[in-house]
């Protein structure tokens, strides 16, 4: 195996890291918007603090996979289907980014600085802008649907190359 | 991808089965609050309401205890609410049994404290989801009231404040109580459990107002003539008091410390005011306060935000455009 037939280690790294703290951030959010539990403050802050986490990897992420060859797409898929995957990563990417920074703008505008992890607080606006809050905070929630949609077309390929092409797509991010 | 999202909204409400009530979601929570009439862009609980505008005039006192900034001595503004009880923004104001003061201090951009009080000074019950069945008996009656009480001793100690409780002539005359308990900590990272309450330093006779808007005319008129203070009364636990049980007050023997005045200095209609776009969730805290683990105080958050995220979004598209306050 030569070694663009396989992604490098630290872009292997990033994506199942990044996949775990997608997947919690996710079921986190859909869980402290329905809980009235003792614990659902607690959740809260921490899919908050996260959040700053998750801005910064995949910041790192995008630089370091622009410093990398990625493993050519297999030869028997036809062009529109690499467009559409190419695409679909990019989508991927720039929901990643959307997330956390829709996410921290309705904390923002609602006047409700972030706390991270005790070390320091992201600032708030001193006055509340109710408008720009309903838009950030409608916005993330359907972000946060468009991205679970992603990921499961994600998944449902990766299996669909390993299982039904039979290709090299999936081990190459094993 | 709908039935998706249901199921995982879903899923805490059937995922325990501990003992106790049925478990609710702040979305049902929020729905049972705002009832079968909308009034879309108002608040699902406490509608009706004036902005005031004033400052805390700090003493020091409680500086030793906590290390917010709002209590070293000087004073901080405030963006404030006096409202009443109820879904409704129109409701007569006199009809309420409970009156409210809420409270924003936006000290600076990373420390910013909200404070949500009520007139009574207990909870009737201990959890959100008993206080669920508590709201269905009130919207249901008195029988179903009483019998709800009768199944809930630990409502005895709101139930002797509801008997004695004299609604009075004014917003300016009640005291106006944190009922969950918080967390002072210090520089040295000492924690100390408080409640608090806004103490009025005016007695106003229960009057024959009538108009449905009394209680806010009133405090218009009274602002305008005049400052409005209350002294901020903090009351401090000692190891044998519950922090987490909002249905028992503590003894009156406990240590009491005044922080300093809240001096209301201006009241405005609220649509057109700077505290109808807050949301006065109570654990929006700055360092040196913290939560609590009363499960009352825990489930606001989660139900104060599904109240927001509906009057904002009703809000941008457009609910409140053309009204007048009413």
Request: charged share 15%; aromatic share 10%.
């Amino acid at each position: 195996m030569s070694n663009t037939d396989r992604f490098s280690l630290s872009m292997r790294l990033f994506h199942w890291g990044m996949a775990a703290l997608v997947l919690s951030m996710v079921a986190a959010g859909l869980l402290m918007v329905t809980s009235l539990q003792t614990w659902q403050l607690t959740l809260l802050n921490i899919h908050k603090a996260f959040g700053v986490v998750a801005i910064l990897l995949v910041t790192a992420r995008l630089i370091n996979r622009l410093q990398h060859k990625l493993p050519a797409l297999p030869d028997e898929l036809a062009d529109w289907q690499k467009t559409v995957a190419k695409a679909s990563h990019w989508l991927l990417y720039i929901l990643l980014f959307a997330m956390p920074v829709s996410g921290y703008l309705m904390q923002y505008f609602a006047g409700r600085p972030v706390d991270v992890f005790g070390w320091f607080r992201l600032p708030a606006a001193l006055q509340v802008d109710i408008y720009n809050y309903a838009l950030f905070r409608e916005l993330h929630g359907w972000l946060a649907l468009a991205l679970i949609g992603m990921i499961a077309l994600h998944i449902g390929a990766a299996l669909h190359h390993h299982f039904i092409r039979k290709d090299n797509v999936l081990k190459s991010m094993l | 991808m709908k039935a998706l999202y249901l199921t995982l909204l879903l899923a805490p409400a059937f995922s325990f089965s501990a003992e106790g009530p049925p478990r609710v979601s702040a979305q049902q929570f929020v729905d049972l609050q705002q009832g079968n009439t909308d009034f879309p862009g108002f608040r699902r609980a406490h509608a009706k309401g004036i902005c005031v505008s004033g400052e805390f005039r700090a003493n020091g006192q409680l500086a030793d205890y906590s290390k917010a900034s709002l209590f070293k001595t000087g004073a901080t503004p405030f963006t404030g609410r006096l409202s009443i009880a109820g879904n409704n923004p129109t409701a007569p104001d006199l009809k309420a049994p409970v009156r409210s003061m809420a409270l924003s201090f936006a000290s600076s951009r990373t420390e910013q404290w909200r404070l949500a009080m009520n007139t009574p000074p207990v909870m009737a019950v201990a959890d959100p989801h008993t206080f669920y069945q508590q709201i269905q008996a009130i919207q249901a009656g008195p029988a179903a009231v009483k019998q709800f009480f009768a199944a809930h001793p630990e409502s005895s100690e709101f139930l002797t404040w509801a008997g004695q409780y004299q609604a009075t002539g004014s917003f300016a005359a009640e005291t106006y109580y944190s009922i969950n308990a918080f967390y002072l900590v210090n520089a040295d990272g000492k924690q100390q459990a408080v409640r608090w309450a806004m103490q009025p330093t005016v007695s106003v006779a229960a009057t024959d107002l009538t108009a449905p808007d009394a209680l806010q005319q009133e405090i218009a008129a009274r602002i305008a003539a005049d400052q409005v203070v209350f002294d901020w009364v903090f009351t401090l636990a000692d190891a044998t008091d519950d922090e987490n049980n909002p249905t028992k007050a503590w003894p009156d023997s406990r240590q009491q410390i005044i922080a300093g005045q809240l001096v209301l200095t201006g009241t405005t209609p609220q649509l057109e005011g700077d505290c109808h776009a807050i949301n006065f969730d109570p654990l929006v805290l700055p360092d040196g306060i913290k939560a609590t683990a009363d499960p009352i105080l825990r489930a606001r958050s989660a139900a104060y935000a599904e109240s927001y995220r509906r009057r904002a979004k009703e809000q941008l598209q457009g609910a409140l455009e053309g009204s007048n306050n009413e």
